[in-house]
């Protein structure tokens, strides 16, 4: 007899309390059932801190904490504007040389990856006697020119962990250990049409060269020797993931390499068919590609499936995209926009082509 039993008096009646067990375990279940059943809210853009400007944002960048990231916008024409708060306000940061009207031509810029406040910008129409290249290292504040590269047309830029910096120059290839105040030559790369997008994946000591019409070249170290891939092709942009997945927008589509660039297959989604002009990759497996002519597809899972964004509230393109803080953000004629990524990230796998096969 239980002590409850002995204070009353009364005896307890066997086997209510299984009965009670199998009520809790299958009934609750039942009553979460309708709130799992909900349909995930769709995707939607909205207005990311537009900057008033009537140019085009070119290029999109962010580093920084998960919370708080610093973005960096470019706008055609007008130079470049910081964002502290994930693009709700904006803030010009480019006290940089004006040409006539107030213009301010940015070709390309760098942001540290381990340094938010810390860019590299490349000015373009300058005088040969002007530097081509400015620092800063308070978010665009301020800005102090470096001489190093004066007189040559800096066409692609990248920074790596260290603040150690690579420039493509023509054909010339140069390295900056201390973050452009001084500049090495290194071998001049091998290809043939002109660099559109440098980039660096440090985890694995790759250098990446998008080039017009010539494909993508690859270097492990610092240019001495160079590698080809997706000869012939026009690389508009490149980004490097996790566990050495690089991905290349191309005019045929999006390419896809699992082992650092070595080889590549080109992925076939009806999706990300056609001429893609901008790709962002995100550390779980985000992957987003903006398809000429079509709206902008996102993947959660490296590239197997994908599901194609609502399109831009302005009609126009995306000219640039970035993945940074849960958020896809994207440059257009009208400024930046903003989509929040759902919270659901499955594993990434490998993509296995079923038609045709991987190509360098």
Known sequence: MHMADLLTGTRSRPGWRPIAWLVLAFGLPL?????????????QWEPAGVPAVPGAVRLLLGAGDAGAPVLYAVAEH??????????????????????????????CIALAPDDPWFLLAALNDQDDSL?????????????????????????????????AAYAACGR???FSPDGGDTWLRLADHPAQGRPLVLTADPARRVLYLGTERDGLWLTTDQGANWSSALAGRTVWAV???????VYAGTEDG??????????????????????VHAVAAGPSGEVAAAVQGRAVTLSMDGGITWQSLPPLPIGGPATVLLLQSGHLFAGTAQGVWRCQLPDRRPPIAHVRVTHGSGHR
Request: hydrophobic share 35%; glycine share 12%; with cysteine.
């Open 31 to 43: 009553l979460a059932l309708p709130s799992a059943l909900q349909p995930t809210p769709p995707l």
């Open 78 to 107: 007008w130079g470049i504007y910081r964002s502290e708060d994930s693009g709700a306000s904006w803030d010009p940061a480019s006290r940089l040389p004006r040409r006539g009207l107030g213009r301010v031509e940015v070709t």
């Open 131 to 163: 530097p081509a290249l400015y620092q800063t290292g308070d978010g665009g504040r301020y800005w102090v020119p470096r001489r190093g590269l004066s007189g040559l047309p800096v066409e692609a830029l990248t920074l790596v962990p260290g603040k």
């Open 172 to 174: 010339h290839l140069y």
């Open 239 to 245: 980004a490097a993931a996790c566990e050495g997945r």
């Open 254 to 275: 999006l390419h896809l390499s699992e082992d650092g660039g070595a080889s590549w297959q080109r992925l076939r989604s009806p999706a990300v068919q056609g001429s």
